[in-house]
């Protein structure tokens, strides 16, 4: 994270409407009707539903995230794998929430753009003249909200840049729209502001006719607290928590206009009437439209963007299996991902098709957030209680508080889980890749052999200096997994000295090392025998791609320059040209061997796991490496060799 954005300033407050709260600031499109629905409108539940919406935004999302959650910044950094990071080295298992919660955020990334561009497009039913051409669930509609969710995704893979400068003055007029039309409302019925008594919540949640699931409803108001703290690194803590205040503001004021409205509507029933944009007055309808639109559209951008960013993180944390990743643009963090766009658009288009309108949608949003919040309050107690060392009686109470909440809301939204059954398939598929890619690895942990390099020294400077041998390249670089700069794997070595010896004038020893810290960019350089063999390790951030071909050629220039190793050719009638000579990356590929006597456990999760590695970036990609100067060699993986095997022998 820049330096400056530390300080809040003008810019950064400016930025941070723009990035960070495309999906809450929306969440007033759909609320209000959502809480109503088809029941009578009365004081009890106008009031109760406001009240509700009004201390939800305060405990959940002004307590937990914005006082709380953002104070767990990862060198500035937020999210829930940052906030992993900072505490995995407390228990071992804390993997298991990092990898649900993250699996549950992508789940419903692909119903926040269709229920938030639907419901701001079918307002067009509200325009004189359009009432029975834009109709909710009809197929001009439909086709129009499909058409801009589709463009949005196709402009993925050009960048932002162009157009993310205006998300911010965007936002501002949105929520400055906001907050003029809850105003103009309330001044018609101030009685509204009564519902900031929790005592009206209390009365609905406990009794109203099956008050307390209209939680459902009411979560609806802070699905998107979570980004709050995940684009932490893009704003900065003090930008977020100071522009919290006049996005809150603005929110309320909204919600209590909506209120105000319904209390003042003679009808008892909505009666498909959107209480969103009823609170505009007709003349403004269009304008109001078209900003909504406008406002939704970023809110999708922010939530891609997003979901770009959690899968990079899981590649670099080993809980994701490497795939292709393009940067569009040169501006810090911004990525795009073919494979990861494409389903979510396909998810996307696929709610819509079958949802068909923003009310339906309703019924089954919200439920995956609830699971991604659990999760974040259980690191969160951890991170507490481990890394700030807080006294554990307030680290309990401030625990009570948010289960107590967030389970709530959790139980109150399991009821929408038949109507979102498609959405179960979705997230178990992202938390089984998650878990079976982390859990191969541990597997795999326990056949790697490693042996102490200086017992294999002097035979790799008798090879190279062997001129009888063909050289192989004059820098040989092995990608090695050892975090021990005195040891190699086994295969290493003996791929170097078996069979056809691999002869080099400089061997060298790569370790790419995944840090906690989300942007570190290093390196380390150990010379086991000068000018011979060396060791290169690369610390790179959980945030940062790994080039590994041109960061290891930046590494071979620069030691060159200062004189730490010499390139000078073996070969007389080449030394006075000096070339730098040839670079060659060997990379050590496993294959699943037959001969491995493992539980039926741990063999599905193998076999899985290297389906899905056929089905990936292959290893010298998912490091950067050029084809051009790679060599690929196999061998096989044996996890738990057979320990007895059956053969008699016969004359």
């Keep these: 994270m820049n330096k400056h954005l530390n300080k809040a300033s003008a ?41 509700c919406v009004f201390w939800t935004l305060t405990l959940q999302t002004t307590f937990k995230y914005i006082i709380l959650t953002l104070q767990a910044d990862n060198r500035g950094e937020g999210g829930i794998f940052s906030l992993f990071a900072l505490v995995k080295r407390y228990r071992k298992w804390l993997y298991l929430p990092a990898i649900i919660g993250a699996g549950t955020l992508l789940a419903d990334g692909i119903i926040t753009p269709p229920i938030s561009v639907s419901a701001a497009i079918e307002g067009l039913s509200g325009v004189h003249g359009l009432e029975n051409v834009i109709v909710p669930g009809n ?100 930008n977020i928590q100071y522009s919290w205040i006049f996005v809150k503001t603005a929110l309320l004021l909204n919600y209590f206009g ?31 439209i078209f900003i909504a639109t406008a406002a939704t559209i970023i809110a999708s951008q922010a939530l891609i963007s997003g979901s770009f960013t959690l899968i990079s993180e899981a590649m670099r944390l080993n809980f994701w299996p490497k795939i292709k990743v393009e940067f569009p643009t040169l501006v810090r963090g911004q990525i795009y991902i073919p494979s990861i766009n494409f389903i979510l658009w396909f998810g996307c288009i696929a709610v819509m098709l079958y949802f068909r309108e923003s ?105 190279s200096n062997d001129l009888t041998v063909p050289k192989y390249a004059t820098h040989l670089v092995f990608l090695t997994s050892a975090d021990n700069a005195k040891e190699v794997e086994h295969k290493i070595v003996y791929s170097i000295l078996s069979g056809k010896p691999k002869r080099a004038d400089l061997y060298w020893f790569l370790h790419v090392h995944t840090m906690d810290d989300p942007y570190t960019s290093e390196y380390t350089v150990r010379e086991i025998v000068p000018n011979e063999v060396m060791r290169v390790e690369l610390r790179l951030g959980f945030r940062v791609q790994p080039r590994t071909n041109l960061m290891f050629r930046k590494v071979v220039d620069e030691l060159v320059r200062n004189g730490t190793i010499s390139v000078e050719s073996k070969y007389e009638t080449l030394q006075n040209l000096n070339p730098i000579g040839d670079i ?68």
């Design 11 to 51: 810019a950064g407050l400016i930025i941070a409407l723009g990035i960070i709260y495309g999906d809450i600031g929306t969440s007033p499109l759909y609320v209000l009707s959502s809480i109503i629905g088809k029941r009578e409108i009365n004081q009890q539940l106008v009031y109760g539903g406001i009240s």
């Design 139 to 238: 197929a001009l509609t439909m086709i129009i909200i499909i058409a801009i969710i589709s463009l949005l995704f196709f402009f993925q893979q050009f960048g932002t840049n162009l157009i993310g400068s205006s998300f911010g003055p965007i936002m501002l007029i949105w929520f400055a729209m906001l907050a003029i039309l809850g105003i103009s409302a309330i001044a018609m019925y101030p009685s509204i502001l009564k519902a900031v008594n929790p005592y009206y919540g209390y009365d609905l949640l406990t009794k109203y006719p099956s008050g307390f699931w209209l939680l459902g409803s009411v979560f609806l108001c802070t699905t998107g607290a979570e980004a709050l703290y995940s684009d932490l690194g893009h704003c900065g803590r003090k």
């Design 258 to 288: 909506q209120g105000a409205w319904l209390m003042l509507k003679k009808e008892v029933y909505l009666n498909g009437l959107n209480p969103f944009y009823e609170i505009m007055p007709h003349w403004f309808l269009i304008f109001g």
């Design 359 to 463: 009310s339906k949608m309703e019924a089954a949003y919200g439920f995956s957030i609830t699971i991604a919040m659990l999760m974040t309050t259980i690191l969160m107690f951890y991170y507490m209680k481990f890394v700030k060392k807080w006294y554990i009686l307030i680290v309990a109470l401030i625990l009570l508080v948010f289960l107590t909440v967030e389970l709530s809301f959790f139980i109150a939204n399991v009821a929408k889980i038949k109507k979102r059954w498609m959405f179960l398939i979705f997230e178990f598929g992202l938390i089984g890749i998650m878990y079976t890619w982390f859990r191969a690895r541990k597997i795999k942990n326990r056949y790697v052999e490693f042996v102490r390099l200086d017992h294999y020294l002097p035979m790799l400077q008798e090879l």
């Design 584 to 651: 060659q990356f060997i990379v050590m590929e496993k294959f699943l061997s037959s001969d491995n006597e493992l539980s039926l456990f741990e063999k599905l999760v193998m076999q899985f796991q290297f389906w899905l590695k056929n089905k990936s970036l292959s290893e010298e990609k998912g490091f950067g490496l050029d084809q051009s100067n790679v060599t690929v060699e196999k061998f096989p993986l044996i996890v738990s060799p057979l320990s007895k095997i059956s053969l008699t022998h016969v004359e």
